[in-house]
């Protein structure tokens, strides 16, 4: 199995998320709870932060200009679809992780047409004096996975909520991984 290792732990991750930050009115009056004390419990009681492994295809694509030819690496979230520019081919490990492991949900097709149109999407929007590169056909697809923090709290009496952290980054990703994740918690939950 391919993954990108975590390079933020898992006190760094539950600092992020409890720091009380000046613009929430709410979050400085509203009560402050620490997981530390239960942290790796069998028994956890909210709130508390574990990681997980969001499923992702990473798909070189062949692009000719008038350079030649060369490949673009891009990844696709195998959730929500979720496309980005692939720059982190160092980082990546064989392996084993240690956490929750998702099945894709796009099939690999799926995975290629979206990275080839979202690619020449990005492709059209960058100024270009000169010829722009033309994507071309898909050289391969393999899944990775990439681990983010998630952080179970109660928002409201009642009421659970989730915050995510990119674990190998440590910045706060969009609101599609946070979907994505909540797709893929629900899918698993129901056994599909």
Do not use: C
Not at 24 to 42: D, F, K
Not at 48 to 54: D, I, R, S, T, V
């Amino acid at each position: 199995m391919k993954y990108i290792e975590p390079r933020i732990d898992h006190n760094a991750a539950l600092r992020t998320f409890e720091r009380r930050r000046l613009a929430n009115l709410w979050g400085l009056l509203g009560r402050h709870y620490s997981t530390r004390s239960n942290a790796g419990s069998r028994d956890r009681r909210l709130p508390f932060a574990e990681l997980a492994w969001l499923p992702y295809y990473i798909i070189p694509i062949k692009v000719s200009s008038s350079r030649g030819e060369s490949q673009i690496t891009v990844s696709v979230e195998a959730y929500s679809g979720a496309f980005a520019i692939f720059q982190m081919h160092a980082d990546i490990v064989d392996g084993e992780v240690d956490g929750e492991t998702f099945p894709p949900r796009l099939t690999e097709e799926e995975a290629g047409r979206i990275g080839q149109k979202e690619l020449l999407a990005t492709i059209m929007r960058q100024r270009s004096r000169g010829q722009k590169p033309v994507p071309g056909a898909v050289i391969s697809v393999d899944v990775l996975h990439y681990p983010f923090w998630v952080y179970y709290y109660e928002r409201r009496l009642g009421f659970l909520d989730i915050k995510v952290l990119d674990a190998a980054t440590g910045s706060k990703p969009g609101g599609k991984t946070r979907v994505a994740l909540i797709e893929a918690f629900s899918a698993a939950s129901r056994g599909t």
